[in-house]
């Protein structure tokens, strides 16, 4: 049975903190070959190589993120029994990161991530990007999970994997209207001014459809590219807002605002996204399991 060298391990630690040869070498107080001769001989006992270079970067390998999760277990174990010793225990956690579109409704994050909000053995990392930022950093393994309304394109050198979570519908959304008269799509919007999402938004793109066969060019108050930002203004302006209800669910449930009419055949869709990897995180395994399959959705709203 192999043992691990926990000092080689502790050299791949450091350099995959400084993510430089260079700086790590200088913090171990070392020579840069010396240091990258040790790096070697771990990738050697471990069988993977844990380094790529692009560019001037050294970027982890998927063995190399694995590694460095248990690296940091190891070493905060023994902060943990220092700790301990003095009279400070602490918990071990498991880490997960979720990479998070922009424009995604917080509430529909809330609710995907709800089963482990709080838990004392887990650790999120929440980050916010664009769709090709987030996706990026689930190539490099950075994050383990990327929570989108909109798939991600596959292929050979990106193998990813889209759950379908949720289907939601799109809604005109305001402030309760002083006259009774129902709202009538799509002809009120010759003279109710609008609050939209982003040209980069997938149902913006289906609603502009909508009105261009219809022939109406809407009053657009403003185009936002931030959900929780939109929500805000639905509330503080006056007019309709196209938004899926779950984003204003409580200004719903509250009748702050009143959901004025659905748009036929104009659907939301709500995705997590994974990479196909040797070592997987647990945990996004934990939480699809509460979706029946990948193309069931769970409801939120």
């Known amino acids: 049975m192999k043992s691990l060298n926990f000092n080689h391990l502790r050299y791949f630690w450091a350099v995959a903190h400084e993510g430089s040869l260079t700086r790590a070498a200088e913090r171990l107080n070392l020579s840069q070959s010396a240091l990258s001769v040790q790096i070697q001989k771990l990738e050697h006992q471990m069988g993977h190589p844990l380094f790529e270079r692009v560019g001037k970067r050294l970027v982890l390998t998927e063995a190399g993120q694995i590694s460095l999760d248990y690296a940091d277990t190891v070493f905060k174990a023994g902060d943990e029994l220092m700790s301990t010793l003095d009279g400070r225990p602490q918990a071990s956690r498991q880490v997960l990161r979720v990479g998070a579109l922009t424009t995604l409704s917080r509430n529909f994050q809330l609710e995907f991530l709800r089963p482990l909000v709080g838990r004392a053995d887990v650790e999120l990392i929440l980050r916010s990007g664009t769709t090709r930022d987030l996706l990026a950093q689930l190539e490099t393994h950075a994050i383990d999970v990327v929570l989108s309304n909109s798939?991600?394109?596959?292929?050979?050198?990106?193998?990813?994997?889209?759950?379908?979570?949720?289907?939601?519908?799109?809604?005109?959304?305001?402030?309760?209207?002083?006259?009774?008269?129902?709202?009538?799509?799509?002809?009120?919007?010759?003279?109710?001014?609008?609050?939209?999402?982003?040209?980069?938004?997938?149902?913006?793109?289906?609603?502009?459809?909508?009105?261009?066969?219809?022939?109406?060019?809407?009053?657009?108050?403003?185009?936002?590219?931030?959900?929780?930002?939109?929500?805000?203004?639905?509330?503080?302006?006056?007019?309709?807002?196209?938004?899926?209800?779950?984003?204003?669910?409580?200004?719903?449930?509250?009748?702050?605002?009143?959901?004025?009419?659905?748009?036929?055949?104009?659907?939301?869709?709500?995705?997590?996204?994974?990479?196909?990897?040797?070592?997987?995180?647990?945990?996004?395994?934990?939480?699809?399991?509460?979706?029946?399959?990948?193309?069931?959705?769970?409801?939120?709203?």
């Open 151 to 301: 798939a991600a394109q596959r292929d050979a050198r990106a193998p990813f994997r889209n759950h379908l979570l949720n289907q939601q519908p799109v809604s005109l959304v305001g402030r309760p209207r002083s006259h009774k008269t129902p709202f009538r799509f799509p002809d009120d919007l010759r003279t109710e001014p609008i609050l939209l999402p982003s040209l980069d938004s997938d149902i913006r793109v289906g609603f502009d459809r909508l009105l261009d066969l219809a022939g109406i060019r809407p009053i657009i108050l403003a185009e936002v590219d931030d959900m929780a930002m939109l929500r805000l203004l639905a509330r503080e302006r006056e007019g309709v807002t196209l938004v899926p209800p779950i984003v204003v669910r409580d200004e719903l449930e509250s009748g702050v605002l009143v959901e004025h009419c659905r748009i036929p055949q104009l659907t939301e869709s709500f995705y997590a996204i994974l990479q196909n990897r040797r070592f997987p995180n647990q945990l996004p395994g934990d939480l699809l399991a509460r979706y029946a399959r990948p193309a069931t959705s769970l409801s939120i709203g």
